[in-house]
């Protein structure tokens, strides 16, 4: 279904998007997560953390209390917001 909706051409300048999930795909939630286990996310990169390694088991946890997703998505946030980048000439050059 969603290859139907990205044309087989390059069509510059057009915005074909895909959700990241097909069941609220305005929202933040964990739908994300809920996919994964039935084989329906979006990228292969995305559904490779459900593949029967010890994530697994995350990923369940975040399908199932979207209380839990919520608090720890939070708690990351707050981390990546500590992490100062290198800029200007400290940082990587073309």
Do not use: W
Not at 38 to 49: A, R, V
Not at 74 to 87: C, E, F
């Amino acid at each position: 279904m969603r290859q139907r909706r990205c044309p087989a051409t390059n069509n510059v300048g057009k915005d074909n998007l895909a959700p990241l999930d097909l069941v609220t795909p305005g929202s933040f939630d964990n739908y994300y997560f809920k996919n994964l286990p039935q084989k329906k996310g979006l990228l292969h990169s995305d559904q490779i953390l459900y593949n029967g390694a010890p994530i697994d088991d995350l990923v369940l946890k975040y399908s199932k209390d979207s209380i839990v997703f919520y608090a720890d998505f939070a708690t990351a946030m707050v981390k990546m917001g500590d992490i100062s980048p290198l800029t200007a000439s400290a940082g990587e050059s073309d």
